[in-house]
Every structure is written in C-alpha cells, then in structure tokens.
C-alpha cells in the first residue's frame, strides 16, 4: 500500500496570527448583492477573491519553513475570514462564497498547470527503470490538467456533480459545506460525490 | 455517447450495486446483464473504480496550490495603491519578478517599482545579502549604474524602487534591428565601464543580459539589476551560512527557471562553482557576440542544451554572421568567451581597454577618411564606411602586432593591472570509493591514513513487495540479497553524522548503446527542498513521500550514494532534473558524461561497510571529502 502523500486535513490548516484580520466591507456587500441577483457583483468579487488568495498563498509560501501543508480548505477558508469576517453575512452568502473561491481556485491551477505542460520539454525520453510511484506530490499538471477536461465532459450531462467535485476539491469543502453551497441535502451530495468520483476514477485511469 | 438519461439510470444501478455484497453484487450484475445489457460493462468498471483505494480526487489540492496561486499574475493593476506608490502600468516581467511603472505621490515623480517574486525573498538572510548589494551598487552613483530609491515591504511584497528609465531594454532593441557596428561598440564601452567601477568596489553583477541593460533614447546606458542574481544564487563560498541558504533557495527553482534564462550564464555559474568578476567578462562576452552578430553565440532550443553549449562548444565565428566586424572586435570576445576563467580577460578592465582601442583605432581611420578627397560625386555612403573602415583597422591590427612598438603602446596598460581573483581550489578528493553491496556480516575493514575527518553514513531499505498492482506482505527492511520484480517499490533510510552534502543516482541496466542512464533520486524539487544539504545527524526518508518502483525493465540497478563535504559540481549540475516535468531523467548527454567520470573517478574501494544485521542497516565509512557507494539491487 503506497503510503498517501496528503496530510489529513486537520494538520493542515495553517494560521494567519501574524496577520491582522481586517474584513472587506466591499465583500460583505458585493456577496449580498450577488445573492440577490446582481450578476455584476460577481465580476468585480472574482478579482478580488483572486487577489486574496494569491496574497494569502504568498504568506503562506514565506512561512513554509515546517513540514506543514497547505491545502485548497486552509486557503480558502483563510480567505473567507479575512475578506468576509465573522460580519453579518448570511449561511448562503457564505456558502456562496466558498463556491465563488472553489472556481477561482480551479482557473487559476488549472491554467497553471497548462502552462506549465505546454512548456514541457520534447526531447530524447530515456527509459528509467526505477522511478518513484508517485513522486512530485501527484504530477500535479498532469493530473489536474486530465481531471479538469474530464470535469467538462462530466459537466456536459452532469453538471450537478461536477460542481460537487469542483468544490470538494479545488475549495476543499466538506460534503456538509458543499450541500449548503448547493443546496442539497446531505445524503444526495454524497451519492453525487460517490458516483462522480468513480466515474473520474475511471476516466483518470483511462 | 453518453446521455443525461443514460447516466441517470447508470447513477441509480452504481448507487444499488454499491451497497450490496460480493455475492448479492453478482446476481445483481447477472440481473442488469439481462436487463440493460449496454450499461453492464460500464457500471463494472465504475463499481471497480469505486473500490479502489485513494485516487489523488480524495484529497483536495494542496500545497501546489499555494506556489500556483502565488505564482498567478498579474498582481497589480493601473490605479491601484500600493504603500506610497499608485501603479501607472505593468512595464514588464521577468524571472526575478514584475516590474511596474509607477507615481511616487510623496515625492511626485515616476519610479520603476519591482515586486520579487515570494520565492526568492522567502529567505532573509539572502534578503540582507540582495539588499547590502543592491544598496552598495546604488550607493556608486555610477552614472551608468540605476539609482535605487527604496527597497522594503508591503503587504509582505518585498519591492524596490528605483529611478525609472525612459528607454528600451538592450533585448528590446536587437529584436527591432541589428545594431550597427558603432552602436554595438558605444553601448560595450558603457557597460563594461559600468562592471570596472562595480568590479572595483567588490561587486560583481553575476547576471549580465541584454534585459539588464537599458539604454535612453539619448544613448545613455543604464544597468539594472545589480544584486538581484545574489537572491538565487548557489554558492559554495566559504561562508556555510551563506552557502547553505543559496543551495535552499535554488532548490525550489528548476534550470531555466531561475533567472528567466541561462543563455547568458558563465561556464563556472552553470557548474555553481564559487563566482568572481569574471563571470561578468563572460556573460558580457556573449551580450557582445549578441550585438555584433545578431544571434546568441550559444543559441539552443533548450534550457539543458544551451548549458551544454556554454559548457563545451565553441561558438561559431563571428564572421559567418558578421563579415563586416573587425576581426580584432571577434578577437576580444574570443578572449571574454574562454570557458576556462584563467585564459579569459581576467578583469572587466583588460577588457574595457581593448574596446576603447578598438573605437580610437576606428576613429582615427574614419578621421583619416574623411581628410581625404571623396572617391565619387556622390561621396561615402555610411554603408560603406561601415564596411570599410574595419578592413583599415585589421590592417593596422596585423601592423601593430608586426611593430613591437606599436603593440606595446597597445597592451603596455594591461601589464599593470593587477589580477585580482580569488583564486579557491577545492580541497582535492583524498579518499573515496564505492563497495558493491556487501552480504551480511562481511566487514572489509580497509584501513585509511587518518588524515581528515571521517565520513559516516548509514542507511538502510525497506522493500514493500508487490504483485499484479498490489503490495503484498508487509514492508520489510532489505537483509539478504533478494531479486526484485517489476513494480516492487523500495525506499532508503539515510542518517549522516556529520553535516555534508548528499546525492543519489540510479543507474539503470546498460542500454544498447552502453551509456549509462541517470536518474537523480535525491535532491528534488519535492525532498529536502531540493537541497543536498543534510546537517548533522539529519535523518532522512527518500523519497519523503511515497516509493521508487521498479518497471519491467530487467537487469542490475545501482543506486549510487554520493556523500560529500562540499557541493560536487557535477552533481550540482544535475539536480535541477529532478523536477515534476524532467521526473529526475538527466536527458542531456553532455551532463551526463561527467557524472559518469566522476562516478568512476571515485570508485575505488575504500570504503568501508558494517552491516548490522540486528537492525539491518549498513554503515558505510570513509575518511576523506567524497564518499561514493554504490547499492546493486537485482531485477531478474
């Protein structure tokens, strides 16, 4: 049994106490608004989100002295804190939040990770007689670049469970957090996750 | 073509297969076989996804996150507000961060503001060490050197503002036109005057590129960036501090990667041996090569291929591109571009004077031209002074050189200006060796003057075996001798008494063509931060995370141990490999030959090895700067 490269959640979270808490009233609002209905709201919330997260992903890179890891669930939740803080917002607009934060997560990695293969070298292959299973933390760009095209294919007939996934995975939310973002009950977002989960088991693997 | 519908009743028969048991899961299949014989073979596949263990979707992304987000651009944007600086315009990014045009509202006036890429400032010490230098540069008030404003920190964004150059970039120019012959001179003379005044104040700019130099529509040239290369450099100086916290830093970075390119780096950079002014002689030697030619001098489609080039082939001659230039200016790039540093131009200044020859020798014959009478109506057309005048100068050349008096006056300067390099050699390699893998209890004790300090190591392997993709027994430490088979996964256990540098090789079975094949096990990208640095008593899992695997090729696999007290350059060179894109294949030949001989080179067998088989590990001893030990595992 490979040993999983993942560190539990738990130990992951990371704390932000050399930062001051400071909430954006701007987020509070522009998240109600979007709640509302105001699909222009979301326009100027994306950059801003994005913003927060580069931010609080660079702190985090300069403190990364420790074994500590830092998953897509710290760093968004950090991000809610900081923008959104323990203000009067809504369940729902929170929740909203998480699902704004999980598909700006899923852009940004996945076209890193794009950018990233597309620089890969061509070159003369050798062939390597031992390698390590699973070395460089997953081929991250390999395997985020696949799971995303098979995210849209899934999407294409199942967009419900799709979005499942991308905020279980690129947010980090649990199956609690994501049936509120969705509002569904318990019990459907687990069949969804279970079932979309094999299902991109199986396209992965392909 | 999967439907909506079709996947519905899929979802619903994998829900009812998923929470049966093997048995009631049979029928239930035999059931759906008769009934929905198109979905059986697809709700089979999903039914086995759905069992097996861990798929990296489990987890949610992690830690590449962070590099990834913070990676991400662009950070700022026109407008926005930024400590006392409101951004104007992005005016470009480079390896060693974003720089941005921006309006000091304190002092109202443009800056050039340049945000450091997290990375490279995550260490202070090398912070300090980038800003001393930086300062230092500053401080010259060099006219060609760029002013530096402020350098600090906003919103834990380390900036530097400096004085904001209305101009193009040296870069930016050669890609618009070819320069002509008189440019490529004026602009040589200011920059190399620039590395005289830095040189001779103790600074050397370790990153001399055509996007470091800028130059105004005036003329004027300004460079930029002293210091900055210190941020990423791997040093092996003297100072452990110092060279410590440089390889850390480099580890995170891949070949390439680094400074934005490599193209310009010196032979001695690319090995990461200790740096002196002359790296700056050599990247400056390829800036001209660059200007007279209109083509890099050691031009390659890769980041590897273009430090093979640096490090072993001669560029083309200057005049297959540039028949015009004189050959006395091919002569002193030839002499800046030595790969060995002792036969290059050992100071900027030797350098600076044969150009400044170069351009008074010029003048003169253009003067001598112009005093004479014009050869047509039309008179000279400045296409043809250009290609004349060099030919006068080669001639004057081949004369002074005839005319020992003459050439005197032409060299007398450079006699007097004293050599200041410091000269480090490495400390010789007095022992090392390689043992093969010892069978228990067999303890070859060779003994060895006792002359330095005694290098211990001691590791041992567990093997987790497996069959037909999946382990089984449990994961057990390697005693005896066993044959290995196709995805049988091993892992080391490595402990070091005394703090050194640490590297591992695996070599696979000769191929065809009988070169060895090396795959960089340790540092990489993702263990030790891709240090090789291990301190004392540092005990270490490799890889950190999971299991090497054994493929299906067969034969005898060595995993060399490379223990050293200092940086091995030939090992330095080569663990930039070990990236998530290369996965540790060192694909290029001309990097991999001198590992080979290196390996050779120290594989004598003197080494010592106890195994201790209570705890089955092995300690493998030597005395001296290198220990090299190779581990043989059978694949048969």
Redesign the interface.
């Given at each position: 049994?490979?040993?999983?490269?993942?560190?539990l959640?738990s130990c992951?979270r990371f704390s932000m106490n050399n930062l001051v808490i400071r909430p954006d009233q701007r987020v509070t609002e522009l998240l109600l608004k979007w709640g509302g209905g105001d699909k222009a709201a979301l326009n100027e919330l994306i950059p801003l989100v994005?913003d927060e997260?580069?931010?609080l992903?660079?702190?985090?890179?300069?403190r990364?002295a420790g074994a500590q890891?830092?998953?897509?669930?710290a760093?968004v939740h950090e991000a809610y804190v900081r923008l959104a803080g323990q203000s009067s917002i809504s369940m729902e607009n929170r929740a909203q939040f998480f699902g704004l934060a999980a598909k700006v997560?899923r852009d940004?990695?996945v076209?890193?990770?794009r950018k990233?293969l597309a620089?890969?070298?061509g070159?003369?292959?050798?062939?390597?007689?031992?390698?390590?299973?699973?070395?460089?933390?997953?081929?991250?760009?390999v395997?985020?670049v696949a799971?995303d095209d098979a995210l849209k294919v899934l999407a294409s007939?199942?967009p419900q469970h799709s979005r499942v996934?991308e905020l279980?995975?690129?947010?980090?939310l649990t199956i609690e957090e994501t049936a509120q973002v969705m509002t569904l009950s318990h019990a459907t977002t687990e069949?969804y996750w279970?079932?979309a989960?094999?299902?991109?088991?199986?396209e992965?693997?392909a | 073509m999967?439907?909506?519908e079709s996947?519905q009743q899929l979802?619903k028969l994998?829900?009812e297969a998923?929470g049966l048991g093997r048995q009631e899961r049979a029928d239930f299949m035999a059931r759906v076989r008769d009934s929905n014989p198109d979905l059986v073979a697809e709700l089979e596949?999903?039914?086995?996804?759905?069992e097996?263990?861990?798929?990296?979707?489990?987890?949610?992304?992690?830690?590449?996150?962070?590099?990834?987000?913070?990676?991400?651009q662009p950070?700022l944007v026109a407008g926005q507000v930024v400590g006392h600086y409101q951004i104007i315009a992005p005016l470009g990014k480079g390896g060693m961060g974003e720089v941005y045009l921006a309006s000091d509202t304190k002092l109202d006036r443009k800056v050039a503001l340049k945000l450091l890429p997290?990375?490279f400032?995550?260490h202070k010490d090398l912070l300090r060490r980038f800003i001393q230098e930086a300062k230092a540069a500053s401080s010259l008030n060099h006219p060609n050197i760029i002013t530096i404003h402020e350098i600090g920190e906003i919103?834990?964004?380390h900036f530097i503002a400096t004085e904001f150059i209305d101009g193009q970039t040296l870069k930016q120019r050669m890609k618009r036109a070819r320069l002509k012959f008189a440019d490529v001179l004026d602009v040589s003379i200011q920059v190399a005057s620039t590395l005289e005044a830095a040189h001779a104040a103790g600074l050397v700019h370790r990153d001399i590129k055509p996007e470091n130099i800028m130059q105004r529509p005036d003329g004027y040239v300004k460079v930029l960036d002293f210091g900055l290369a210190k941020l990423t450099e791997k040093s092996s100086q003297s100072k452990a501090l110092d060279s410590e916290v440089g390889t850390m830093v480099r580890g995170h970075t891949k070949p390439g990667t680094v400074l934005g390119t490599v193209d310009y780096m010196s032979p001695e950079q690319a090995r990461g041996q200790v740096l002196d002014q002359r790296t700056d002689v050599f990247s400056l030697g390829i800036v001209l090569y660059e200007m007279a030619a209109g083509r890099m001098p050691f031009a390659a489609a890769?980041s590897?291929d273009a430090l093979v080039s640096i490090l072993e082939k001669e560029p083309p001659p200057l005049d297959e591109y540039a028949p015009e230039i004189p050959a006395e200016f091919q002569r002193i790039i030839s002499k800046a571009l030595r790969k060995d540093r002792e036969e290059r131009y050992q100071t900027i200044k030797d350098l600076l004077i044969d150009l400044k020859t170069l351009k008074e020798e010029l003048s003169f014959t253009q003067k001598l031209e112009r005093s004479k009478p014009p050869r047509s109506s039309a008179g000279l057309s400045t296409r043809r002074a250009a290609t004349e005048a060099p030919t006068t100068i080669q001639d004057r050349v081949v004369a002074a050189t005839a005319d020992p008096s003459a050439l005197k006056s032409v060299r007398h300067n450079r006699r007097l200006v004293p050599v200041a390099v410091v000269g480090l050699v490495l400390a010789g390699l007095a022992i090392a060796g390689a043992v093969l893998w010892q069978r228990k209890g067999s303890t070859p004790a060779i003994s060895t003057p006792a002359r330095t300090a005694q290098r211990t190591l001691s590791y041992w392997i567990t093997v987790?075996k497996y069959r037909d993709g999946k382990?089984y027994q449990d994961p057990f430490r390697l005693r005896d001798d066993i044959n290995f088979e196709k995805d049988y996964?091993i892992r080391l256990h490595i402990t070091s008494a005394q703090s050194g540098r640490l590297y591992l090789l695996?070599e696979?079975?000769a191929?065809p063509d009988k070169t060895p094949?090396f795959?960089v096990?340790f540092p990489?990208?993702?263990a030790n931060n891709g240090s090789a640095l291990l301190t004392e008593n540092q005990q270490i899992q490799i890889?950190q995370?999971?299991?090497?695997?054994?493929?299906e090729?067969q034969?005898t696999?060595k995993?060399w141990l490379v223990w050293a007290a200092k940086d091995v350059p030939e090992m330095e060179a080569i663990k930039g490999f070990a990236?998530?894109?290369?996965?540790?294949?060192?694909?290029s030949p001309g990097l991999r030959s001198p590992v080979n001989e290196f390996l050779k080179a120290h594989s004598t067998p003197s080494v010592t090895i106890e195994r201790d088989d209570e705890k089955k590990d092995s300690l493998v001893r030597a005395n001296g700067e290198i220990l090299v030990h190779v581990i043989k595992l059978e694949?048969h």
């Amino acid at each position: 049994m490979v040993q999983s490269v993942v560190a539990l959640r738990s130990c992951s979270r990371f704390s932000m106490n050399n930062l001051v808490i400071r909430p954006d009233q701007r987020v509070t609002e522009l998240l109600l608004k979007w709640g509302g209905g105001d699909k222009a709201a979301l326009n100027e919330l994306i950059p801003l989100v994005y913003d927060e997260l580069r931010k609080l992903a660079a702190s985090y890179l300069r403190r990364k002295a420790g074994a500590q890891t830092l998953q897509a669930t710290a760093l968004v939740h950090e991000a809610y804190v900081r923008l959104a803080g323990q203000s009067s917002i809504s369940m729902e607009n929170r929740a909203q939040f998480f699902g704004l934060a999980a598909k700006v997560m899923r852009d940004i990695l996945v076209d890193h990770a794009r950018k990233r293969l597309a620089a890969k070298r061509g070159g003369d292959q050798l062939r390597l007689s031992l390698t390590e299973a699973e070395r460089f933390g997953h081929k991250p760009e390999v395997e985020l670049v696949a799971l995303d095209d098979a995210l849209k294919v899934l999407a294409s007939t199942n967009p419900q469970h799709s979005r499942v996934v991308e905020l279980r995975f690129f947010g980090g939310l649990t199956i609690e957090e994501t049936a509120q973002v969705m509002t569904l009950s318990h019990a459907t977002t687990e069949r969804y996750w279970s079932f979309a989960r094999a299902w991109l088991r199986r396209e992965l693997a392909a | 073509m999967e439907t909506p519908e079709s996947m519905q009743q899929l979802e619903k028969l994998f829900h009812e297969a998923a929470g049966l048991g093997r048995q009631e899961r049979a029928d239930f299949m035999a059931r759906v076989r008769d009934s929905n014989p198109d979905l059986v073979a697809e709700l089979e596949s999903l039914i086995a996804a759905h069992e097996r263990p861990d798929g990296f979707i489990d987890s949610p992304v992690y830690e590449t996150a962070a590099e990834s987000i913070a990676k991400a651009q662009p950070a700022l944007v026109a407008g926005q507000v930024v400590g006392h600086y409101q951004i104007i315009a992005p005016l470009g990014k480079g390896g060693m961060g974003e720089v941005y045009l921006a309006s000091d509202t304190k002092l109202d006036r443009k800056v050039a503001l340049k945000l450091l890429p997290v990375e490279f400032t995550n260490h202070k010490d090398l912070l300090r060490r980038f800003i001393q230098e930086a300062k230092a540069a500053s401080s010259l008030n060099h006219p060609n050197i760029i002013t530096i404003h402020e350098i600090g920190e906003i919103d834990s964004v380390h900036f530097i503002a400096t004085e904001f150059i209305d101009g193009q970039t040296l870069k930016q120019r050669m890609k618009r036109a070819r320069l002509k012959f008189a440019d490529v001179l004026d602009v040589s003379i200011q920059v190399a005057s620039t590395l005289e005044a830095a040189h001779a104040a103790g600074l050397v700019h370790r990153d001399i590129k055509p996007e470091n130099i800028m130059q105004r529509p005036d003329g004027y040239v300004k460079v930029l960036d002293f210091g900055l290369a210190k941020l990423t450099e791997k040093s092996s100086q003297s100072k452990a501090l110092d060279s410590e916290v440089g390889t850390m830093v480099r580890g995170h970075t891949k070949p390439g990667t680094v400074l934005g390119t490599v193209d310009y780096m010196s032979p001695e950079q690319a090995r990461g041996q200790v740096l002196d002014q002359r790296t700056d002689v050599f990247s400056l030697g390829i800036v001209l090569y660059e200007m007279a030619a209109g083509r890099m001098p050691f031009a390659a489609a890769t980041s590897v291929d273009a430090l093979v080039s640096i490090l072993e082939k001669e560029p083309p001659p200057l005049d297959e591109y540039a028949p015009e230039i004189p050959a006395e200016f091919q002569r002193i790039i030839s002499k800046a571009l030595r790969k060995d540093r002792e036969e290059r131009y050992q100071t900027i200044k030797d350098l600076l004077i044969d150009l400044k020859t170069l351009k008074e020798e010029l003048s003169f014959t253009q003067k001598l031209e112009r005093s004479k009478p014009p050869r047509s109506s039309a008179g000279l057309s400045t296409r043809r002074a250009a290609t004349e005048a060099p030919t006068t100068i080669q001639d004057r050349v081949v004369a002074a050189t005839a005319d020992p008096s003459a050439l005197k006056s032409v060299r007398h300067n450079r006699r007097l200006v004293p050599v200041a390099v410091v000269g480090l050699v490495l400390a010789g390699l007095a022992i090392a060796g390689a043992v093969l893998w010892q069978r228990k209890g067999s303890t070859p004790a060779i003994s060895t003057p006792a002359r330095t300090a005694q290098r211990t190591l001691s590791y041992w392997i567990t093997v987790q075996k497996y069959r037909d993709g999946k382990p089984y027994q449990d994961p057990f430490r390697l005693r005896d001798d066993i044959n290995f088979e196709k995805d049988y996964r091993i892992r080391l256990h490595i402990t070091s008494a005394q703090s050194g540098r640490l590297y591992l090789l695996n070599e696979g079975p000769a191929g065809p063509d009988k070169t060895p094949a090396f795959n960089v096990l340790f540092p990489s990208e993702t263990a030790n931060n891709g240090s090789a640095l291990l301190t004392e008593n540092q005990q270490i899992q490799i890889p950190q995370q999971s299991w090497f695997q054994f493929d299906e090729q067969q034969g005898t696999e060595k995993i060399w141990l490379v223990w050293a007290a200092k940086d091995v350059p030939e090992m330095e060179a080569i663990k930039g490999f070990a990236n998530s894109i290369d996965r540790g294949v060192v694909s290029s030949p001309g990097l991999r030959s001198p590992v080979n001989e290196f390996l050779k080179a120290h594989s004598t067998p003197s080494v010592t090895i106890e195994r201790d088989d209570e705890k089955k590990d092995s300690l493998v001893r030597a005395n001296g700067e290198i220990l090299v030990h190779v581990i043989k595992l059978e694949h048969h």
